[in-house]
């Protein structure tokens, strides 16, 4: 990958456009958080429409690649904490904050009760040590293929034991999200990394004391949110900078959110409030 911006690469082996979410020793090494948005996220400036998709009917998938998940892979137990998550924040007051985004024939982004579409740990393929853009995608395509579904509501989450680390994880970003065609139609997918792995550069602790997962929901919320609003990176909801609704928002007002299930979250870009908002 090669760092365009900071919040978007382009991959050198496809072309793909990725929407990174930098690690808060990035964040801090410009400045904090006001610079970071001044420089890519427009500090009030609201989100624009690009004309692209957006989710109506969200429905998120997660794949654990490899058979490490159950070989001593999962340490701090993320895939127990994903998967709660996940099921948590369909319908929540946290994600409502998308519904206000629409796309060109006025449907607006679903947040009608549960986006948990299921999970299942592949033990027929190993990722790699450092898997590239092209290898997490086809394991996305994968994924899809398991569950059958292509519509652009539809997502899937490559999660990675602990141990693996593509280029730039836990020194530049945390998590990104993409798209990847296929030849049953285009999927949006999420690069999600062991997020313990990276400590307190991707959340660890951030909001509670001995919060080793913290990170896990704070990154999957933010890249959730963003790729409910911009499932084909730069052409759904974003400022004029380049920022998605969790960009801008990024490592800001976490906590343990009630509105969330429970779970540490971000804040979310709100137009209708031109503010990060918690609930909504």
Known sequence: MTILSTFTARDEESGAIVRIFPTAD???SLGGIRTIQRHSGGGSTNLIYHGGPVQTAPKLYVVFWGSAWN?????DGVATQLKSFYGAIGGSRWLNSVTQYTQSDGSHVGNGGSIFGGSYFDTTSSPPSSPTQSQMAAEAAKAAAHYGDYSPSASYVVAMPSGIRPSGFGTQYCAYHSSTSTSSGTIA???????PDAGASCGANSVNSNGTLDGVTIVGGHEQGETETDPQ????????????????CAWTGLENNPNAGGFPTQPLWSNATSSCVQSY
Do not use: H, I, Q, R
Request: net charge negative; charged share 15%.
């Open 26 to 28: 990035v964040v801090a």
């Open 71 to 75: 070989l001593g892979g999962d340490p």
């Open 189 to 195: 997918w999420t690069n999600l990394p062991y997020m």
């Open 233 to 248: 990176p730069n052409s759904g909801w974003l400022d004029g900078s380049g920022a998605e609704n969790g960009d801008k």
